[in-house]
């Protein structure tokens, strides 16, 4: 089966502009989570969502946005790009339950690159 | 809020060394706690887990042991191989907060033959 896919592998913006990455989950999971990694560092928290509706928020700016699709997959927007914005973007997909953890299968990232 | 905690590196052992990466942690609740690595130029894969006080994760020669009483899980393996160079990351789940990870920053392992 395939993994968690993600496109595009690379992308370099300039400040000001918006930026679009797309994330498709593993067959069968149904809950999608985004994460910033900033060369250097761990990953960072943005987004959850299941069944379409956002059930997680990292604290980031209202300049990212996230959704996600009937077929389960998901994007992640960024408007109004920073030189700060200029990280790994990580996707992952999971089963999905309150009350316990359920594992995350990361993708292999999109490297944004803001100039 | 929740937080981790790792050495800073890089670590830089020969092969056949021993390693420990240590790692503590800030939580509420009982969290659930992990190790990914991630290789240079991929994405993170999930090395080991442990769910509870006292269980030990362990996987491909690494293990680690969730300790309650010291907020710890340190990662350990006996005779570490170039193959294990990479960057490795503790998180932890809040069980109560759906599959939000909180990771530690990382530390990077080299291993010289």
């Known amino acids: 089966d395939a993994g968690v896919t993600q496109s595009p592998t690379h992308l370099i913006k300039t400040r000001g502009q918006h930026v679009t990455l797309r994330c498709s989950p593993i067959?069968?999971?149904?809950?999608v989570s985004w994460y910033q990694q900033v060369l250097g560092q761990g990953p960072q928290f943005i987004f959850q969502?299941?069944?379409?509706?956002?059930?997680g928020r990292g604290n980031f700016p209202d300049r990212f946005s996230a959704r996600q699709f009937p077929n389960y997959s998901s994007e992640l927007n960024v408007n109004a790009l920073l030189l700060g914005d200029s990280a790994l973007y990580l996707c992952a997909s999971s089963f999905f339950t309150r009350s316990s953890y359920n594992e995350q299968f990361f993708g292999p990232g999109t490297r944004l690159t803001v100039l | 809020g929740d937080s981790v905690t790792q050495m800073e590196g890089p670590v830089t052992l020969s092969e056949e060394a021993f390693l420990t990466i240590n790692c503590t942690y800030t939580a509420t609740g009982y969290p659930s706690l992990f190790w990914y690595v991630q290789y240079p130029g991929e994405g993170l894969q999930l090395l080991l887990k442990a769910t509870k006080a006292d269980d030990k994760g362990s996987n491909k020669g690494f293990e680690a042991t969730y300790r309650k009483e010291t907020t710890s899980f340190h990662l350990e393996k006996g005779s570490v191989q170039v193959s294990d160079s990479a960057v490795y990351f503790c998180?932890?789940?809040?069980?109560?907060?759906?599959?939000?990870?909180?990771f530690g920053g990382g530390t990077r392992l080299m291993v010289k033959p």
């Open positions: 998180a932890l789940s809040d069980n109560n907060a759906g599959n939000m990870l909180t």
């Open positions: 969502y299941y069944e379409k509706e956002e059930r």
């Open positions: 067959s069968g999971h149904k809950s």
